[in-house]
């Protein structure tokens, strides 16, 4: 499955939720990552290193 990206649409529904400093596992037996995460409605709309 691995770690994925999606981009998503504008929807006036949708809410934005910002994960600071997540760990990430992305399934590729290295290991787990600092990073801060954007989702956009249900969808993962970005991922960048932590600021």
Known sequence: MGLWLALSGL????TDTL???AR???ET???PFSSDIRIHGDR????AKPA
């Open 44 to 47: 993962i709309a970005a991922v």
């Open 24 to 26: 990430v596992f992305d």
């Open 19 to 21: 994960l600071k400093n």
């Open 29 to 31: 037996g290295k290991p």
């Open 11 to 14: 929807s006036l529904f949708a």
